[in-house]
């Protein structure tokens, strides 16, 4: 017994100088905040101190700044209680920065970690909003948009009381009615190919899925007519190729 006990305590002193000299030491580095104000060996600052100076740099708009202090916090203190607010404040930083994709990630990571936390509702609005601004030009496919909306989807669904479900409503409006624009253009690209099976799928689905965004961007009429054409030509049967796909296009 007393040999195992020896045995244990060697063990731990030699962890402990271990960390010693690698120029880390244990407490501090994991719990520096909670002792004191204690400041980490390998850091100047305390975590409160990161905190605060990394809200007041994004107050000032010097993101870039107010990124480095949130991540030094995460990383010299990860189990601070100041270290949540360091994985939030990571990606408004970034989202106010434009960088968009980077914020996801960040927003992301935070619901991954506190999938309870009581500002979830705002971390998966921003989530959508990220996804939504990272979108950049209609002809493309409208990935980006399809994942905002899940995100919005996601507020109202699970937090119908929330402040940023009627936030989310709103901007699930906005997504369908860009969805709808890429899809229209698809349309009329087939249409103009003379290629109306695939011009009347698209149009088809459009009406079907977002009715009220086809309206709002007003596009029934011009839809209507496509659709009428389509179904007189495909009733028709095959035909010969088109001008423009004889050419190629």
């Known amino acids: 017994m007393r040999l195992s006990s020896f045995v244990l305590l060697a063990f731990s002193l030699f962890l402990l100088s271990g960390c010693k000299s690698a120029g880390t030491n244990f407490v501090d580095f994991y719990f520096g905040d909670l002792f004191g104000g204690t400041k980490s060996s390998t850091i100047d600052k305390t ?8 809200t007041q740099k994004m107050q000032q708009k010097d993101f870039d700044e107010a990124v480095k202090d949130f991540k030094k916090l995460k990383e010299h203190y990860p189990y601070s209680k100041f270290a949540v607010l360091a994985e939030l404040k990571l990606g408004d930083a970034y989202f106010y920065d434009k960088k968009y994709g980077e914020a996801a990630i960040a927003y992301e990571e935070f619901v991954r970690l506190h999938p309870r936390n009581e500002v ?12 939504f601004l990272t979108f950049t030009t209609i002809d493309r496919d409208p990935e980006e948009t399809q994942v905002a909306m899940q995100s919005f989807e996601k507020v109202m669904q699970n937090f119908p009381n929330s402040e ?5 409503e709103k901007q699930l409006q906005e997504c369908k009615k860009r969805i709808v624009s890429h899809e229209y ?3 009329q690209f087939y249409y103009l190919r003379e290629q ?11 009406i079907q899925k977002y009715p009220q965004a086809v309206s709002d ?14 179904e007189i030509e495909i009733a028709k049967g095959e035909k010969k190729p088109g001008i423009w796909t004889r050419m190629g296009f």
């Open 47 to 54: 975590a409160e101190q990161l905190a605060v100076e990394g």
């Open 120 to 131: 979830i509702p705002y971390v998966l609005y921003q989530v959508g909003m990220s996804h």
């Open 164 to 168: 940023y479900s009627n936030r989310s």
């Open 185 to 187: 253009g698809v349309a």
């Open 196 to 206: 109306y099976g695939a011009a009347k799928t698209r149009l088809d689905s459009m």
């Open 217 to 230: 961007l007003g596009y029934g009429k011009s839809v209507e007519s496509m659709l009428a054409k389509c």
